[in-house]
């Protein structure tokens, strides 16, 4: 039997996970689930797996969910404040950590279960992307297992050669090329020049993925693909020119592995984030998913064609802080957190998500990432920096 803790349980990824192992009750264990604030959910998600503890970000939710537990009999012991986030992550009685916050709030508690050795089944992306070459080191050092959540990593994973659970490094193996696929969002047919009147609701309706508003924008603006093939790049230990993003409307390839011997191998499957989370989850083991069998008769054709750099700036910007190294992507990631979350309070405009983080970018130098001191003041600044862009593109 394995304990779990959910980080973020009442999010997409999150709900997604419970599903799966309530199809296993004989394998796994809820240990604890997070949210920030959605108390009605977390109180049923705790009336049905009975998990030691709850955690909520804000006193507030904490008391209500509380008192809405005693009422029902329930004997989960709730806490809050972001402290108590990480003691879930490391605490002895758990054996899996899914991370599944949204956005930079997930590096802490992420990194404490890290330094706890367990077993982390990473969905939250941005932790690696803003402090990758320490997030690494931490996993290595203390014999954690990092195992990709995000369709496409783990579709590259199930496709490249892993030998044992030393897997981050791809170097000298015959790997030429990872190419990760990308269905273009919602806006992958627009006019590029009718972008501009793009509305929250819009970006936001994915034609393949159910996803949490964030990421769901961040695919609209391929950002997502850039957060991606910076996370390729710490997962798997390839430079930037071997990792390609390729368009591929039907999201039923989730990415594919170019050999030198001229071999490409794809994972595939129906678009459904319980097939990579079942997969982390049994590794090296196969459960059931809950997930339909891919039906390719009704899938009929699969295409492919460029991912262009004119329709999607974001994507380049993403390549450029890769390349540029140090606390780029740091400053990427907090510059695109803020832009969003002004994006969808309708503050600025899409296409202005681009120019906010490329100014963000110009505007702070890079440094070495390799304290965790340096990565949080960076991303603070960052985050500082991109608001007054924002409130520059009202004037
Ligand atoms: P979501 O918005 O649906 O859920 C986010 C969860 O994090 C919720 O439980 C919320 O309560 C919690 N949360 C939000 N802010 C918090 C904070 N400040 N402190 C503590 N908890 C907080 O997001 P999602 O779509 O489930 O995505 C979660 C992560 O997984 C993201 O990093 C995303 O990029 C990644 N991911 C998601 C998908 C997907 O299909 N949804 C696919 C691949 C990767
Ligand atoms: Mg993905």
Partial sequence: ?????????????????????????????????????????????????????????????????????????????????????????????????????????????????????????????????MSGALFMKTVADNGATLLPVDSEHNALWQCLPVANEQYHDFNNKGVRRLILTASGGPFRDWDIETLDSVTPEQAIAHPNWSMGQKISVDSATMMNKGLEVIEAHWLFGLKSEQIDVVLHRQSVIHS?????????????????????????????????????????????????????????????LAYEALNAGGTSTTILNAANEIAVEAFLSKKIRFTAIGEVIQNVLKGLPSENADSLEIVLETDAKARLLAEQQVALCNH
């Fill in 1 to 129: 039997m394995k304990a779990v803790t959910i980080l973020g349980s009442t999010g997409s990824i999150g709900v997604s996970t419970l599903d799966v192992l309530s199809l296993h009750p004989e394998k796994y264990t809820v240990f604890a689930l997070t949210a920030n604030c959605s108390v009605e959910t977390m109180s049923k998600q705790c009336l049905q797996f009975k998990p030691q503890f709850a955690v909520m970000l804000d006193d507030d939710s904490a008391q209500t969910l509380t008192s809405l537990l005693k009422k029902n009999g329930c004997n989960t012991v709730v806490l809050s404040g972001k402290k108590a986030l990480e003691e879930v992550s490391e605490s002895a009685d758990t054996d899996i950590v899914v991370a599944a916050i949204v956005g930079a709030a997930g590096l802490l508690p992420t990194l404490a279960a890290a330094r706890a050795g367990k077993r982390i089944l990473l969905a939250n992306k941005e932790a690696l992307v």
């Fill in 256 to 316: 594919m592995v170019d050999y030198d011997d001229g071999s490409v191998l794809a994972q595939m499957g129906n678009p459904d984030m319980r097939t990579p989370i079942a997969n982390t989850l049994a590794w090296p083991e196969r459960i059931d998913s809950g997930v339909e069998p891919l039906d390719l008769v009704k899938v009929g054709r699969l295409d492919f064609s460029a991912a262009e750099f004119m329709r999607f700036p974001c994507l380049k």
